[in-house]
Nanobody, 115 residues
Framework: VQLQASGGGLVKAGGSLRLACRAS????????MGWYRQAPGEQRELVAR???????NYVDSVKGRFTISRDSAKNTVDLQMNSLKPEDTAVYYC??????????WGQGTQVTVSS
């Protein structure tokens, strides 16, 4: 299983970024996909996740600002982040979970939001 994340960067508060995660080596539709983040000194937290045939779930702090989407044809899961806030600053990780609840993590991508 390989998860390749991209799209992080530096943006001013109120701006937007789009993260992308490409999965390989898996039957993509059999996996729950999600984005997590970890700020310095904090625990890693769920940002958003989506399964085939299910509604996306979001942490309360990003509802209405972030949108997760997956594309089975491309084996990708994207996170569109709008109205970014300094508190969104973190390393963002892509995660895949198989039918046996085994997790697979991609490398992180840094998102920095300046005030």
């Amino acid at each position: 299983v390989q998860l390749q994340a991209s799209g992080g960067g530096l943006v001013k508060a109120g701006g937007s970024l789009r993260l992308a995660c490409r999965a390989s080596g898996i039957a993509f539709d059999d996996y729950a996909m999600g984005w997590y983040r970890q700020a310095p000194g904090e625990q890693r937290e769920l940002v958003a996740r989506v399964i085939i045939g299910g509604s996306p779930n979001y942490v309360d702090s990003v509802k209405g600002r972030f949108t997760i989407s997956r594309d089975s044809a491309k084996n990708t899961v994207d996170l569109q982040m709008n109205s970014l806030k300094p508190e969104d600053t973190a390393v963002y990780y892509c995660k895949a979970v198989d039918s046996r609840f085994r997790p697979y993590w991609g490398q992180g991508t840094q998102v920095t939001v300046s005030s």
